[in-house]
Structure formats: structure tokens, C-alpha cells
């Protein structure tokens, strides 16, 4: 059985900053192709990635209408979501081959985290986090969220919402099949903890997802979720 190829799709804007580590962790870890899709940077987002080995695409801002720009021009057989602030520990695309080669009915999952911090707070966060994977089936965008291909096209990719769209799609996801939970790591910075501090982000995120489950729309939730570069 041939490996699996993995294509990384990163969607930045005012990126700049990390860019380039995200790029070359995913061309170092065996990424058959890195796509960034900017969003109207007014950095210099757009040529770090390219520097760094990219294929750079634009798009319009959203996240998901990003990603799905990505997902529309990636060849490999399995994407993987990055966010542009994250980075991919060296074995974690070989993970994802390796699981396809083991047990191809689990077509999709994520990576456990390493929120770049050394406070106890975030290893509590971690676990957490790890721990919805485990028990709810819903890994949320900075997990690194990677699925096959024909799922992604079949699902329609991710919803054009403001918000809350890393959600609905493992929503659909989980319908298909359990996800599996790699050891990864994706790595995370910690800089939206740090802004807000770690509990009052925490509780911004279990709020709007209380309030979503609770029939509220992601362009409502969208208006109390401040974008980094806004």
C-alpha cells in the first residue's frame, strides 16, 4: 500500500510573525504540499510564506472560506488544517500516514497539543481539550483537524460562517466515524491566553459554545470572539 500524502493548508492574515515556522514545519515533516491562503494581509504574511516554501493563494477573509480555497487546490489524500500561529512537531505527518495505513476507516481526527507555556494552567488546558476528543468526538481548528479528502468534498468542507466552523464540520465528521486523536504534537501559542489571560479566554470559549449548542448563530456568537488583526 502506497503512504498516504498530506497536503497543509494554512489560512493567515497579519501573520507574519510565525509564519514562516508554520510553513517549514510542514515541508520538514513530509508535507506533499503547503498551501497558505491570505486573507488581505497588509503585512508581510504573504511573502514570508513563499520564502518559506509555500504556494500562496488569496481569498477573501474567513477562515473557512480560507481553508476551503486551500482544500480546493491541494492534491495530497488526506488535508490537514493548520493554523498559521501553530506549528507541527516533526513525526506528526507521519503519524497521520501511518494511522491511514492502520485503520483507513478512521478518516479523520487531530493532533494532541503543546500550548507554547510552561504555566500548569495549560497542561490543564491540554488535557481538556484532549479529553473532548476522546469523549465528545469534537476537535476543534488548533488541533490540527486532518481528514481524507473524498469526506471533506462529500461534507461540503467547512460551512461559511464567522465562527464556529472547525465545529460543525467534526460535527458531520463524527456522524462518519469516532475521530483518532495523534500524539502529535501540534504546537500552540499561547498568545489569545496570554491577551485575555487563560481563564477568561477559557470561559469566552466555553460560553460561546454554550451559547451556540443553545441555538445561537456563529454570526451572533462572531461579535464577542475579537479577531487577532482586527
Known amino acids: 500500500m502506497n503512504r498516504v500524502s498530506v497536503s497543509v493548508i494554512i ?85 497521520i500516514a501511518a ?5 483507513p476507516e478512521r478518516r479523520w481526527g487531530a493532533l494532541r497539543q503543546r500550548i507554547e507555556d510552561d504555566a500548569a494552567s495549560y497542561r490543564l488546558l491540554e488535557w481538556g481539550n484532549a479529553a473532548r476528543v476522546r469523549w465528545r468526538g469534537l476537535p476543534f481548528g488548533d488541533q490540527a483537524i486532518f481528514v481524507c479528502r473524498e469526506w471533506f468534498g462529500e461534507l461540503g468542507g467547512f460551512p461559511d460562517e464567522p465562527l464556529m466552523e472547525d465545529l460543525i464540520l467534526a460535527s458531520r465528521l463524527r456522524r462518519l466515524s469516532r475521530p483518532v486523536l495523534l500524539d502529535g504534537p501540534v504546537f500552540v501559542d499561547a498568545r489569545r491566553w496570554r491577551a485575555r489571560g487563560v481563564w477568561r479566554q477559557t470561559w469566552l470559549n466555553l460560553r460561546l459554545q454554550w451559547r451556540f449548542a443553545r441555538g445561537a448563530s456563529p454570526t451572533e456568537l462572531a461579535t464577542a470572539y475579537r479577531r487577532h488583526d482586527a
Open 99 to 103: 494511522h491511514f495505513a492502520a485503520a
Open 11 to 95: 489560512p493567515a492574515i497579519q501573520e507574519a510573525r510565525g509564519i514562516e515556522r508554520a510553513v517549514r514545519s510542514a515541508i520538514a515533516g513530509g508535507a506533499v504540499e503547503t498551501i497558505v491562503v491570505d486573507g488581505g494581509s497588509r503585512d508581510e504574511t504573504p511573502e514570508r510564506a513563499t520564502a518559506a516554501g509555500a504556494l500562496v493563494l488569496r481569498s477573501p477573509a474567513g477562515r473557512a472560506r480560507q481553508q476551503n480555497v486551500g482544500a480546493a487546490a491541494a492534491k495530497g489524500d488526506v488535508l490537514l488544517f493548520l493554523h498559521a500561529d501553530n506549528h507541527l512537531a516533526p513525526t506528526a505527518i507521519d503519524q
